[in-house]
């Protein structure tokens, strides 16, 4: 995800600007640009690489200004050059952009705007935009009735960042999921991306609420709502110091991921889901793909190999579309028999997974029909894939993928309900899917409320010898990805299996200290799974049960319940249940004293075999 930073005050707006991005490089970019008024024109430097490099450019000559916007960017839709750069101007060159996130309608606003005669520099979804804000601008409205008008118009997840040369005393933004956070200063004020760029500045943060759009000029802030109608400015403290701002005032990066889940979940539907509840899946394959493939194989590593799983429980329990899924790195050297007419879905949260890398090319010399599900935009994986879609999950910085997994689950269920819409699959209620993941912030709020319970419950097991996940159908899935992250994490021994599977061998790993968390999310299986619960009990076994909140039957059967919300569907139910399991993995490593955001032995991302 990009950096975004703005200033408008007496200080030389350019130092602050560059300033500002340097203390957002944590978060990853490829190019870099600052747009600033000189005299009555917008100049704009730009250039592909590091902050480095355009500095070389920029400070060739010293630079005055007192108003500047600037960008470090996450190549989206074109590659990391120096026309893709932000900032972009519009028509005119009266206004610049920046902007973070995906435009998911621009390739259809493009040829709308060159059928009127405009001319593109960029392969961008944001020029186009800047463009969409021009042709309001020239209207005669002003800069902030041009970018409240043109939000409308744009689909997607995203915050924009406009100047222009007429308006000089002033910045305005606004956002659609993408992070955006203002900074209110004394005779300055500024905004950016994520809040370690304000503090050096000013301790006085303004959240930009979704669709509202500020205007900031050097004696202050005003906010007007999606209709128009001005809105308090309401300042919050961060007494933060740099370091725990990166993490959010969090003490590790893998919990500040955990409670970012539901704004994660806001992101990833941002766009996709249209006021009729219909599913809007822009840039991928055409209909008669979709009605032609007839097999779809899965192929990831780790985390994203778990999402996998739910995306298959997701298409054959709902779509009955066969599905299989394969370790990336049994699958390139497995010879794997593929149809034709199959498609090949890779899920990597970084994109550059070697394993994964090397299955995709294997697909492709054999011709096979390739989509990747990725988070980092820009990526190997996401560049060599036919189609992508991208999670929308913004930066995860810890090893242990959280938010990343719950994103590529729900993209996954976006994916499902987009196919069944173009196959008219009969029975499938894709309005009702899509009501409900339009609630799945709310659903994991609700869990993250679960946070105070799991440490206490932390506390009782953090000396387990071993800890087995267990569930049925889609909790058994989710049961793998919750043993990962105790792994991986606090170094503890799991084991995860179906829980039907358990008398068939695994049972007699069951003693007193031994703990074995059930997920018995699905009310129509729940009674199999306490009677699971019954055998691992029968041998003293203690046993923890992940339950939605109607259940009446585990009390009898789990030494502790944890009850989390309950969906419309089973799948969305699973899917929740993995919040507690993440805290309860996060608390015990916590507790233990373990390094959590860099676990031993592990890498970020795998980029070799
Ligand atoms: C998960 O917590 C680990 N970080 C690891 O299993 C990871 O999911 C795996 O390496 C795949 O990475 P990717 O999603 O970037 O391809």
Redesign the pocket.
Known sequence: MCGIAGYVGPKNAVDVVFDQLKRLEYRGYDSAGIAYLQDDKIAVTKRAGKLSELGKVLFESPKQAELAIAHSRWATHGGPTDENAHPHYDQYERVAIIHNGIIENYLELKEHLIAKGHKFKSQTDTEVAAHVIGEEYANGVSLEEAVRLSAKRLRGAFALVVMSNTEKDKIVCTRNASPLVLGMGVGENLLASDIPALLPYTREVVIVEEHVVAVLTREGISLIDAEGRSLPVKTTHIDWDIASAERGGFEHFMLKEVHEQPQVMRQVVAGRIDEKSKIRLEGIFGENVWNEIDRVNII???????AGLMGKHFFESVLRLPTDVYY?SEFRYGDPVLSPKSLAIF???????A??LAALKLCKDRRIRTLGI???IGSS?ARECDRTIFTQAGPEI?????K??TA?VMVFALLGLYIAQVQEVPGVKVEEWADELLQMDGFAEQCLKLEDEIVTLAGEIKDMPLCFFLGRGADAFVAAEGA??LK??AYIPTQEYPAGEMKHGPLALITKDVVSIFGATDPRIREKVVSNMKEVQARSGKVIAIVTEDDTLTEQAADHVVRIPKTKFEFLNALLAIVPLQLLSYHIARLNGCEIDQPRN?????TVE
């Open positions: 990831a590593c780790g985390t994203a190999y778990h990336s899920v990597s949260q970084s994109g550059e997974t394993d994964t990725v988070n980092v994986i810890s090893v242990a993928s959280t990343a997994y590529q990962l992250k991986e994490i592990l890498a970020k991302s795998v």
